[in-house]
DNA sequence: TGATATACCTTGACAGATGAGGTATATTGT
DNA sequence: ACAATATACCTCATCTGTCAAGGTATATCA
């Protein structure tokens, strides 16, 4: 893990719901590609995606159901709605808006 | 405040070893500039602010002592350290790798 | 005299992240 | 046959940073 937790926190559901707009997917599949975009330096860890699957869906913004594999371990799959979607739409308006604040902040221009 | 406080989070000590870095200064005047900066979007809230001060100072990041004002009320000021330096250049280059991280994970490519 | 600005501080509560533990099935190597 | 590993899920207690709400004190301005 080569990046500092709090530097992710808060962006756990954006990313989350980034890979869900594609298409239905379950947990730890979501960990796997994770670690494969970033090669391996960042996975979220298990519990916190997990209470970020809770929370997604007490917010109405995921829904979940379960897999019919009849092979291997059950999968609880997930689906964004469409508030999730509008959801996701704000996050990522916020992120690139903390970027050009937060680089702001620490620039030495006085102005 | 139009950003999200959890977006903030984990960034709070490198915009103010940032602030240090130019010139030893207080909390007040630390919170006046950023408001300033950023068109009074965003400001640290007190306690988030006197907080990441006593954390700072037990880490050997900043030191304290009391300005010598004889008027208005009284100023604690900030001066950063050599650890601090160091930890700037740190945090610096975390923030750097985790727009990098953050933007690919939330990227639409595979790859 | 009262409001506002400057300037500091503490405490308790909250939310998200996480370590540590658990369960269960399928595959692969020996 | 058996152990190890990979897949896949889950909960709970704890930690940390944030922040609302409260406080103190001085100077200025209407």
Redesign the pocket.
């Known amino acids: 893990?080569s990046i500092?937790?709090?530097l992710?926190?808060?962006?756990?559901?954006m990313i989350i719901l980034a890979h869900l707009l594609k298409e239905d997917s379950?947990?730890?599949?979501?960990?796997?590609i994770m670690a494969e975009k970033t090669d391996n330096k960042f996975e979220?860890?298990?519990?916190?995606?997990?209470?970020?699957?809770?929370?997604l869906e007490e917010s109405g913004f995921i829904i979940?159901y379960w897999?019919d594999?009849?092979?291997?371990?059950?999968?609880?799959?997930?689906s964004i709605t469409e508030e999730g979607r509008k959801e996701f739409l704000r996050l990522i308006d916020e992120w690139e808006n903390a970027k050009i604040i937060i680089d702001k902040l620490i620039s030495g221009s006085d102005i």
Chains 1, 2 share one sequence.
């Open positions: 893990m500092a937790a709090d992710i926190r808060g962006h756990t559901d379950y947990g730890y599949k979501i960990n796997r979220l860890k298990e519990a916190t995606l997990y209470t970020a699957f809770r929370r979940s897999g594999e009849n092979t291997g371990a059950r999968r609880r799959y997930y």
